[in-house]
């Protein structure tokens, strides 16, 4: 059953005196795949990759690759190569020079670290390259290059701490393409520390969702966007509109959930069979859920303002304030440019089902909400 995972934890535990940094993490990375941590500054994930790489020892649990503990085994004994933000790519070498770098330090004959180096340079799209310098290459080179230089060792994980956090925006859009394609093609397990959401959800297979230290859900990208579990990965994943609300009464399959500021919104009571009357509730609504002008069901309806457009293309939305309440939202404008004349000032009627609106009670474990 093990040989099923590259990467597993289990309980693991990392405290610094009276902080504890990691929290009882317990994950099985299955071989091939593309695993991502997504989290903010500070919640541990950069610690968890520390320790998956042998840099730092955890406090209590264990960490098993290809099946086997790797507790006490230093970094260059384990099977993991690490790719940092910083790349560290050595500037007096050549890229050749660079991806052997490692098969020199093992000892490993000149013939086969010729033959390995121009597999690898193949592999990740650059296989005339080797001559060149790293002056020459572009960001993207680069980062493909630092990654040739791990995978040219044949890890069994990748681990790779925010790679992408050094290029310029375009670059980066572009690279997290490219890697989703690269992991697919030379199907090594990667580990992928971001802060980044679109990065995450773009290019893994899976994502664990970090705050303070734990796990707050695992899933694939569509399930922590569509069925987030806490109200941290529905506000931290994506984009939503958000309230605090007291659960009201049930009416028929809806729930009702009254605002501090008067008015309410409508639940479903499929989607939430745990909520009670009284309960204190955070309350989210994704921006394109919600539909102008009587478009889609109309469990809830609330007139608004026009504040701000915000036109980016097919990123386009616009800002209101819910004339009832004063309550600011955020509405996606569809990409048919049905709403391209629209502008501030303008009175929209908006809607949406109850089943899109997403209740999380309030638990003493419970983390702050991004």
């Given at each position: ?19 504890t940094a990691v929290d ?241 919104v409508v639940a479903s ?102």
């Open positions: 059953m093990a040989d099923q995972f590259d990467l597993e934890c289990r309980d693991v535990v990392k405290k610094f005196d009276a902080f009882s993490i317990s994950i099985a990375i299955p071989k091939g795949s593309f695993f991502s941590i997504l989290g903010p500054s500070g919640c541990g994930k950069t610690t968890l990759l520390r320790m998956l790489a042998g840099f730092q020892a955890p406090t209590s649990g264990d960490i098993l690759i290809n099946g086997s503990s790797v507790l006490g085994v230093p970094p260059n004994r384990r099977p993991v190569n690490m790719v940092f933000q910083h790349l560290a790519l050595f500037p007096m070498m050549n890229v050749a020079e660079n991806v052997a770098y490692g098969l020199k330090r093992r000892g490993v004959d000149r013939s086969t670290i010729e033959k390995k180096v121009n597999d690898t340079l193949a592999r990740v799209g650059l296989p005339d390259s080797g001559p060149k310098q790293i002056s020459q290459l572009s960001g993207g080179q680069k980062q493909r290059i630092a990654i040739a230089r791990c995978l040219v060792l044949e890890p069994a994980v990748l681990l790779l701490d925010e790679p992408l956090g050094a290029l310029d925006l375009k670059l980066r859009e572009h690279m997290k393409v490219e890697l989703k394609q690269l992991q697919n093609e030379i199907g090594t397990t990667f580990v992928y520390i971001t802060h980044d959401q679109s990065e995450a959800l773009v290019m893994s297979d899976q994502v664990a969702v970090m705050n303070a230290g734990r796990f707050e859900q695992v899933g694939a990208p569509q399930d922590l966007y569509y069925s987030p579990q806490t109200a941290f990965v529905a506000g931290f994943v994506g984009e939503s509109n958000r309230w605090k609300g007291t659960v009201g009464k049930t009416q028929g399959d809806q729930i009702v959930i009254n605002l501090p500021t008067g008015g309410s009571r499929v989607v939430h069979p745990e909520l009670s009357e009284g309960q204190t509730v955070d309350v989210f609504v994704r921006p394109e859920a919600i539909a102008i002008d009587g478009q889609g069901k109309t469990d809830n309806a609330i007139g608004a303002k026009v504040e701000n457009v915000l036109f980016n293309g097919a990123a386009s939305s616009v800002q209101v304030r819910d004339s009832a309440t004063g309550h600011e939202m955020t509405v996606a404008l569809p990409q048919t440019g049905a709403f391209a004349n629209l502008k501030a000032g303008d009175t929209v009627n908006l809607t949406w089902a109850a089943e899109q609106t997403r209740c999380f009670a309030k638990s003493e474990k419970q983390g702050a909400a991004a």
